[in-house]
């Protein structure tokens, strides 16, 4: 016992005496760095691209309300040796950059309604992937009126755009490149899905869900290789996402719990906090709950419920287990709570579904 703790201290001195050399020499703070780097440079995560599997990661699992480390609604797909992103909501780039999949590869981006915890990074995410090497520009698929977002983040970057091809050359960032493509998609309330997109064995397809009084508002289906994703966009329960999502292998809802947002309203209320009181009276109507959520899945038939775009975004799992009072009930299993970083993977040719954690 003696000895152990001998070595014990004997170890721990050793360790503090390298670091306050490390501390000391500019030298030696050079030459780990100089192993580092190298390390960090070659990490990639363009394995997530591997066409043996449909997958999806959630680049962002909060709503509007602030949380330390979730960023806001963004899902990234990895189908047909590209990444496709519904919806760019504040802090996703970082989310994406995160995953150190290589910007060149982005395929489009679809926006499931111009909420603003759904778009505020779309500048950021075309100027990114421009920068990465895209050699196109970026496709951006919407409801009507997708036109005037993209044309307004347009005008936001153009100053920095026009620094940029300054300071690295035209041939390096191409001017043309670095314009959006704004594509509107029609797709109406009580009707079949629209096709968005075809494209090497990848199929999009969009729906019209229920977010009143923003209309229209999307979701959307991937099908590829015989798997398949739903993203339901911001919802109240919507017949319309069951009906898509119908045999789906996964399906990223929604989730906002109304009981914890009542608590938050009674106590802004009690606080003579007006504004809050009024905006947690009035989000109820517009999203579903954790249970409607579970409920849609069953009816759907989905392998997998992916909770996202949490609200509010429970802090601890002590917040977690209460925001999801009342979901075991309804669906035992095949469901969790998404985090910024929650990876699916779905093997081609099989009906497995995988769930881990984007390697960071
Ligand atoms: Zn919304
Ligand atoms: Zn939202």
Not at 90 to 105: E, F, I, K, Y
Not at 140 to 164: H, K
Not at 236 to 260: F, I, T, Y
Request: proline share 7%.
């Amino acid at each position: 016992m003696r000895r152990l703790l001998r070595l014990t201290v004997g170890l721990l001195l050793v360790g503090a005496t390298a670091l306050a050399v490390l501390w000391r020499s500019a030298t030696l703070q050079d030459a780990v760095l100089r192993r580092m780097i190298p390390r960090l440079i070659a990490q990639s995560g363009n394995a997530l691209l591997a066409d043996d599997a449909l997958r999806v990661a959630i680049c962002g699992s909060d709503a509007p309300l602030p949380h330390p480390t979730r960023a806001k609604a963004c899902v990234a797909v990895f189908a047909a040796g590209r990444f496709w992103v519904v919806d760019t909501g504040p802090q996703s780039w970082n989310r994406l950059a995160l995953m150190r999949v290589d910007g060149a590869r982005i395929g489009a981006v679809f926006s499931t309604h111009f909420h603003s915890d759904h778009i505020a990074e779309l500048g950021e995410l075309n100027l990114q992937t421009w920068a990465a090497g895209r050699a196109a520009p970026l496709r951006v698929y919407g409801p009507p009126g997708v036109e005037r977002v993209v044309a307004g983040f347009q005008e936001a970057y153009a100053l920095d755009t026009q620094y940029r091809v300054a300071h690295h050359g035209a041939d390096f960032l191409p001017p043309e490149v670095e314009r959006m493509r704004a594509l509107p998609v029609v797709a109406r309330p009580n009707e079949p899905p629209v096709t968005v997109l075809e494209e090497d064995g990848l199929l999009v397809t969009a729906f019209a869900v229920n977010h009143e009084p923003v209309t229209p508002a999307y979701g959307y289906r991937f099908d590829y290789r015989g798997r398949s994703v739903v993203v339901s966009g911001d919802t109240a329960k919507s017949p319309a996402l069951v009906a898509a999502a119908r045999g789906a292998d996964v399906l990223v809802h929604e989730a906002q719990a109304n009981h914890l947002i009542a608590m938050v309203g009674e106590a802004a209320a009690a606080a003579g906090r007006e504004r809050v009181t009024k905006i947690m009276r009035d989000i109820p109507s517009y999203h579903s709950t954790p249970v409607e959520a579970a409920e849609a899945a069953n009816e759907a038939g989905v392998r997998l419920l992916v909770m996202y775009h949490l609200n509010p975004p429970p802090p601890n799992a002590l917040i977690a287990k209460v925001f999801l009072r009342g979901v075991a009930g309804v669906r035992p299993e095949g469901w969790i709570l998404g985090d910024d970083g929650t990876l699916v993977t779905l093997p081609a040719a099989s009906n497995e579904v995988r769930v881990g954690v984007v390697p960071q």
